[in-house]
């Protein structure tokens, strides 16, 4: 398990909990102690090992802001078994590009998208508070591997982030993550509101063209958006998710680096693959960068 973030520590500690052996690679390979509040409310502790720098890496999550998975693997690459297998976690696409090349034949990238709500709740107690928020669910799919059964690893992700379905094509799972995500994330983080706010007829015709012009976009690069579900699906988004701050917003109140460049960064960069104009989401990423972020 790579870093110790809310969505990896979430994994690590339900894991541990299931009595498997998980280590943490971290930035200083310390011991860390966590203090675990699970979605019923009660609370458990755990403690992980780092992993020793001279043995192998077999599997890892890495489940890391999207800019720093490239180079999160360079990091881990001399310590990758031939057959390492990868899993990949992150909001935003853009990364795999990159990432691809810097691996060996046998050696396997997988991708994981999840819906669970995870957060370390801020304080300088020793250890990290983790807050497991919200109950979801997680898609797994192989990006580079051989053949592509279900892997072994998949029922500890089950286990940690289920209930998991495994698709033997993940990218129009990342699509439509990618479409849900750049309609909600710089928009809140931009007038800085929860995402039941969007819901307000004043953020319609916005949402309206930012999702007409993802379409032309998606059907493009080979990934067709049903709009009127996907219109749908935002708008259930929207209500089942109306008193969170999006991540874009949690990570722009709290000054840290935001997403944007794999989420509405990603589609512009796409978009001009295809000399396609998306006037709705050049402009607000035009005002997103105006305000910092
Ligand atoms: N949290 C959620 O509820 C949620 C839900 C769905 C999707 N996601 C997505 O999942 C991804 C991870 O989210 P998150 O909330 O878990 O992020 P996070 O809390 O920021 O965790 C990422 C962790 O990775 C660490 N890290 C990065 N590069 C590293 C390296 N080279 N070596 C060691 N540690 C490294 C970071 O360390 P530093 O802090 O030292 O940089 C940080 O602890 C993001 O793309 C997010 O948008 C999150």
């Not at 390492?84 to 034949?105: D, R, V």
């Not at 995870?118 to 997680?138: D, K, T, W």
């Not at 953020?203 to 976009?217: D, R, S, V, W």
Request: glycine share 6%; net charge neutral.
């Amino acid at each position: 398990m790579v870093g110790q973030g809310a969505i990896g520590l979430l994994t690590a500690c339900q894991l541990q909990q299931q009595g498997a052996k998980v280590r943490l690679w971290l930035r200083q390979p310390v011991s860390l102690a966590v203090h675990f509040r699970t979605l019923d409310g009660n609370s458990r502790h755990h403690r992980f090992e780092p992993w020793p720098t001279d043995q192998p890496i077999h599997t890892a999550l890495i489940a890391v802001k999207a800019y720093d998975a490239l180079s999160c693997i360079q990091q881990l690459q001399p310590l990758l078994a031939e057959d390492a297998c990868l899993i990949l976690s992150h909001n935003g696409l853009g990364t795999l590009e990159t990432i691809q090349p810097l691996l060996k034949p046998k050696q396997q990238l997988w991708f994981l998208t999840t819906t669970h709500g995870a957060y370390i709740e801020p304080g300088n107690q020793a250890g990290r508070q983790l807050v497991h928020s919200g109950a979801g669910s997680s898609v797994l799919g192989a990006i580079q591997a051989e053949s592509h059964p279900i892997p072994t690893f998949a029922n500890a992700l089950n286990t940690a982030l289920g209930p998991l379905q495994s698709v033997t094509d993940i990218l129009p799972y990342l699509w439509r993550k990618l479409l849900i995500n750049c309609l909600i994330n710089p928009l809140t983080a931009l007038h800085q509101v929860q995402n039941g706010e969007l819901a307000r007829p004043c953020f319609a015709a916005e949402l309206t063209q930012l999702l007409n012009e993802f379409c032309l976009l998606a059907e493009l690069a080979g990934y067709p958006q049903d709009k009127a579900a996907a219109w749908q699906q935002l708008q259930q988004v929207i209500t089942s998710t109306a008193r969170n701050r999006s991540s874009m917003l949690q990570d722009r109140l709290a000054g840290r680096r935001t997403e944007l460049e794999y989420i509405t960064g990603f589609v512009l960069r796409e978009a001009k693959r295809f000399e396609l104009r998306l006037p709705g989401h050049e402009q607000l990423y035009q005002l997103c960068q105006d305000a910092g972020f």
